[in-house]
């Protein structure tokens, strides 16, 4: 799993397992607060279902103007900034949050901090923070192929000054929303590779004006999130059986700390809390009508009133399904016996259609049968009677003679 704990943890870790709480908000809000919201929207019961909500964590990295990232980012941009400066900043104004650690050890609070992730509380190392925060090593690169004579090194600084732009632009311009999707941020990020190297505000590339790693990563994972938020994903989850890599190994207490951290158990539990089957009402009676046929009553021709009627005749308990304005709510204790009593059905009426058919058949193969017997049974018979015929005439002709 995308979380990292290991016995030193810098800045690096920090960004990895930012990123795994950033995309864990997104997909409890997506599966989690989507699907209450949508109970809500439909107007039926149901309990509320508490999943587990990091949204305290993210606060204490990302949200201004008291986080992690701001004091990193200032501290960045003083002179005289160091990490332990920014260890203090962040032991005095962070210690109120929840998910803040200070530590008990006092002898470490000169080196270490803690957050309470969700998936776990991790010490991190402040030793290292702003000169990694800073990365002046890329600077110098990206320098030295801004200089290059050769036009395709000139080219590629283009994108090194592409999120510096939105950031001016975004400053002294319009404050618009990228939640539009996906098709702005490319058609934007397109617009801003075109432009020359040449027109490039000098201002941009100096440090004060420059925001830090911490601040480029934290934009750019917003703007990850804000095309997720535009699209529909589908989620593959991928447990690890083992942290050794070998065949036939399976490490239980490693697999249940990834599918709790992974959030699959809070999965596990909303299906049982929850309704997860949601199909809308007319294609509901569009899948089981064809019941209507062993109900021996004619369905309702609103949608909702003929769920009823096929869901009472199946005997469902009233406390297993739901019906809201347009869709209908199951559990999976009477969705999977519902679908077993239609495919029982279907399986008849197939056995049924394929008796008739291959009955058919067999009459058909009989008739031909038949025919081609009497015609054979006739050809004999014909036989027979002409040389029966034509020896009684020789007979009578010697008679004769």
Request: aromatic fraction near 10%.
């Amino acid at each position: 799993f995308g979380f990292e704990n290991f016995a030193t943890n810098s800045f690096e870790q920090l960004c990895i397992n930012y990123t795994n709480e950033k995309l864990h908000k997104f997909f409890n809000h997506y599966v989690f607060a989507l699907e209450q919201a949508e109970y809500t929207a439909e107007g039926i019961n149901f309990s509320h279902i508490n999943f587990t909500d990091n949204t305290a964590c993210l606060e204490l990295i990302e949200r201004a103007p008291n986080c992690i990232i701001r004091l990193l980012d200032e501290e960045c941009r003083f002179p005289k900034g160091t990490d332990l400066s920014l260890l203090n900043k962040m032991h005095d104004g962070l210690i109120s949050q929840p998910c803040y650690i200070k530590g008990e050890d006092k002898t470490k609070w000169d080196r270490e901090f803690g957050i309470r992730h969700f998936a776990g509380d991790v010490i991190y190392n402040i030793n290292g923070f702003l000169e990694k925060s800073k990365d002046t090593q890329q600077d110098m690169l990206f320098e030295s192929l801004r200089t290059s004579t050769i036009a395709f090194l000139q080219d590629l600084t283009k994108f090194h000054d592409l999120l510096n732009q939105e950031t001016q632009s975004s400053r002294g311009g319009s404050q618009g929303s990228v939640s539009s999707g996906a098709a702005k941020q490319f058609s934007r990020a397109e617009s801003f590779r075109r432009r020359s190297v040449t027109n490039i505000d000098e201002s941009a590339r100096s440090n004060k004006g420059k925001p830090s790693v911490g601040d480029n990563f934290r934009r750019q994972l917003g703007t990850l999130v804000e095309i997720l938020e535009s699209t529909t994903p589908w989620y593959i989850r991928c447990i690890k059986p083992n942290a050794l890599k070998k065949a036939s190994s399976f490490d239980k207490p490693l697999v249940r700390t990834q599918l709790l951290y992974s959030g699959m158990l809070d999965i596990v539990r909303i299906r049982k809390e929850g309704f997860p089957v949601h199909v809308p009402a007319s294609r509901f009676v569009e899948k089981y009508h064809a019941m209507a046929q062993i109900m021996g009553v004619k369905l309702d021709s609103d949608p909702r009133k003929a769920v009823a009627q096929i869901l009472n005749y199946v005997q469902a308990p009233t406390t297993e399904w739901q019906i809201g304005k347009t869709k209908v709510f199951l559990r999976n204790s009477v969705f999977e016996p519902l679908e077993s009593k239609l495919k029982g059905m279907l399986d008849n009426r197939v056995v049924l259609i394929q008796r008739v058919w291959r009955g058919y058949v067999q009459r058909q193969k009989y008739l031909r049968q038949r025919r081609a017997l009497i015609y054979i049974q006739a050809a004999v018979r014909g036989n027979r009677l002409r040389w029966h015929f034509l020896a009684m005439r020789r007979a009578a002709v010697v008679i004769q003679a």
